[in-house]
């Protein structure tokens, strides 16, 4: 075995986990998960048989990842955040044929107890904020906070605020690494 798995862990035969990858106590991934290299599965994550985790992906303690959601390389998932698979779901009616597929691009940020409506993309290097909730498509690089979440400013890939307003154009620099980005007509994209 490659990966780290606790001994409390299960791992349906079938499920493939890469190198370095760690699987903590309580986790449940199903036989026809497929999870990179270098990704950290907190106490108490379930991980569903249609489900794709990139490289370097950490989900942090007690969130589940259900069939349809596809993560890329180096997303985070935050404590107890929220994913669904169905738009409308009820108990009495079968559904399992609906599931809307979710997707979340390179080096997003999902803040802990925030809900992604399924069927939505989540651009590149997005931040969701802490308990927001989710229910369209999310711009590359967006700050996006409240309920429902609205974009309220930008983020560098680093993680820091990018002073830019949310719709003309400009450039700004990332405080921490000096890294520049641009804004054209709402669009922002790094120029490094």
């Known amino acids: 075995m490659s990966y780290y798995r606790h001994d409390s862990a299960i791992v349906d035969e079938g499920a493939e986990i890469g190198e370095g990858s760690r699987v903590w106590h309580f986790v449940h991934v199903c036989g026809g998960a497929r999870i990179g290299k270098g990704v950290s599965l907190g106490q108490n994550v379930f991980?569903?048989?249609?489900?794709?985790?990139?490289?370097?992906?950490?989900?942090?303690?007690?969130?589940?990842?259900?069939?349809?959601?596809?993560?890329?390389e180096g997303v985070f998932c935050g404590p107890s955040m929220v994913f669904t698979n169905v738009y409308n779901p009820r108990s009495l009616v079968e559904r399992k044929d609906e599931y809307r597929p979710t997707l979340v691009k390179r080096g997003a940020t999902l803040g802990a107890?925030?809900?992604?409506?399924?069927?939505?993309?989540i651009g590149e290097y997005a931040f969701v904020a802490a308990g927001a909730v989710v229910n369209r498509d999310v711009k590359p690089y967006a700050l996006m906070a409240g309920v429902p979440a609205r974009?309220?400013?930008?983020?560098?890939?680093?993680?820091?605020?990018?002073d830019l307003p949310l719709t003309g154009s400009g450039e700004a620099s990332?405080?921490?690494?000096?890294?520049?980005?641009?804004?054209?007509?709402?669009?922002?994209s790094c120029l490094d």
């Open 113 to 121: 107890n925030c809900t992604i409506v399924c069927g939505i993309t």
């Open 151 to 162: 974009q309220i400013g930008w983020m560098s890939r680093h993680g820091e605020r990018i």
């Open 47 to 72: 991980v569903g048989n249609k489900v794709v985790i990139g490289d370097a992906c950490k989900v942090q303690n007690n969130v589940s990842v259900y069939d349809d959601v596809s993560l890329e």
């Open 174 to 188: 990332c405080a921490a690494t000096g890294t520049r980005y641009r804004l054209d007509d709402g669009a922002l």
